[in-house]
């Protein structure tokens, strides 16, 4: 009966000494931009975003801003790419490399179509990636509405 006695006291005692061990603390919460396995984000913009195709040409700008941890980043490489519909880049192409500059902006030209070459109202997607040394694809799309003008 004493062993019993003696067992279950010394059970007591080590549960204590494991309960006051045991502490909680708050955790602190990220921000949406991080941390993260990419600190690096960025954001996709057309202006204007619906152009009118008539005799000449309509053109966009396209900018891609680049943050990484909250702070603009300057000689970050970003492709472009037409994924779908009519248009071209100002080098006449349809994908294009395009460094940021020193506000984290990384601006190409979209040239759309003349009403000649178009049947219809239609859109134009491009594709916007970042260039990282890491395998994760970190990229963007957006549309141009390319409107046929009159004659």
């Known amino acids: 009966m004493r062993c019993l006695r003696f067992a279950g006291i010394l059970a007591l005692s080590g549960l204590l000494v494991l309960v006051s061990a045991c502490t909680r603390s708050d955790m602190a919460v990220p921000l949406p931009s991080g941390p993260s396995t990419i600190a690096l984000i960025f954001d996709l913009e057309a202006v204007p975003n619906v152009i009118m195709a008539?005799?000449?040409?309509p053109?966009?700008?396209?900018?891609?801003?680049?943050?990484?941890?909250?702070?603009?980043?300057?000689?970050?490489?970003?492709?472009?790419?037409?994924?779908?519909?009519?248009?071209?880049?100002?080098?006449?192409?349809?994908?294009?490399?395009?460094?940021?500059?020193?506000?984290?902006?990384?601006?190409?030209?979209f040239i759309g179509p003349t009403m000649y070459e178009m049947s219809g109202d239609t859109n134009a997607t491009i594709k916007a990636q970042v260039q990282t040394t890491s395998p994760n694809y970190l990229y963007k799309t957006i549309d141009v509405r390319i409107l046929k003008g009159s004659v």
């Not at 008539?54 to 040409?57: A, Q």
């Not at 900018?63 to 909250?70: I, L, M, R």
């Open 54 to 57: 008539t005799d000449s040409r």
């Open 59 to 109: 053109t966009a700008t396209i900018k891609a801003t680049v943050w990484n941890n909250g702070l603009v980043v300057s000689g970050q490489t970003v492709f472009f790419t037409i994924t779908s519909g009519p248009g071209e880049f100002s080098d006449y192409s349809t994908r294009i490399a395009v460094q940021t500059d020193s506000t984290g902006v990384a601006a190409v030209t």
